[in-house]
């Protein structure tokens, strides 16, 4: 099992362009969530998809969208990119929505966006 | 608001000596703590959970309330456990959805 796969892993953005990050949940999970995280500080969570629709949400603007797919994969999608949005993005995946024991989370590689 | 605050970003230890990594959370329910950890090269992973009250690669974390801490310990450090630790806090109607930390360096030296 390759566990939770993100594409790409590294990627060079000018403001204003979109972006589009993709993760494979773990094998037998059903829940995806996205973290953002900046240099230096811990992850921070974006929003969380399962059954195929946004469950949970952080704070974080209309700019950040997301999809899941019948397979349980999903995207996150960032409109008109700022300096700001440069970080890793973090997908994890777990079971179970919003059930306890979903905060068991299983970790990608992360996608380090840059924003110039 | 809830927050989870790792006062120090950076601890250096001697092999053998022992470890205690802090971790102070703000929240007026019920919570659930964990510790993940990220080593060299590798992903975030879970180190442990309150719930499980388990001992992990010889650490253990107890849950306090009535300090709201959850400090991570360890007798006797070895060099394979410098890492980055972060405390993190999660709501139980809420899974997935974890405040992280700062995040803590551990630093064991020969």
């Known amino acids: 099992d390759a566990g939770v796969t993100q594409s790409p892993t590294h990627l060079i953005k000018t403001r204003g362009q979109q972006v589009t990050l993709r993760c494979s949940p773990k094998s037998g999970h059903d829940t995806v969530s996205w973290y953002q995280q900046a240099l230096g500080q811990g992850p921070q969570f974006i929003f969380q998809?399962?059954?195929?629709?946004?469950?949970q949400r952080g704070n974080f603007p209309d700019r950040f969208s997301g999809h899941q797919f019948p397979n349980y994969s999903s995207e996150l999608n960032v409109n008109a990119l700022l300096l700001g949005d440069s970080a890793l993005y973090l997908c994890a995946s777990s079971l179970g929505g919003r059930i306890s024991g979903a905060n068991v989370l299983t970790f990608g590689a992360g996608s380090r966006l840059t924003v110039l | 608001a809830q927050r989870v605050t790792q006062p120090e970003k950076l601890l250096s230890v001697f092999k053998g000596a022992p470890v205690e990594l802090k971790c102070n959370y703000s929240y007026s329910g019920s919570p659930e703590l964990f510790w993940y950890v990220q080593y060299s090269r590798q992903r975030l992973q879970l180190l442990l959970r309150?719930?499980s009250r388990e001992s992990i690669k010889g650490f253990t974390a107890d849950l306090n309330k009535g300090e709201t801490s959850f400090h991570l310990k360890k007798p006797f450090a070895q060099e394979e456990d410098s890492a980055m630790y972060y405390c993190a806090l999660g709501k139980s109607n809420q899974g997935g959805k974890l405040i992280f930390g700062q995040g803590t360096e551990l630093s064991v030296k020969p």
């Open positions: 998809y399962y059954e195929e629709e946004e469950r």
């Open positions: 309150h719930i």
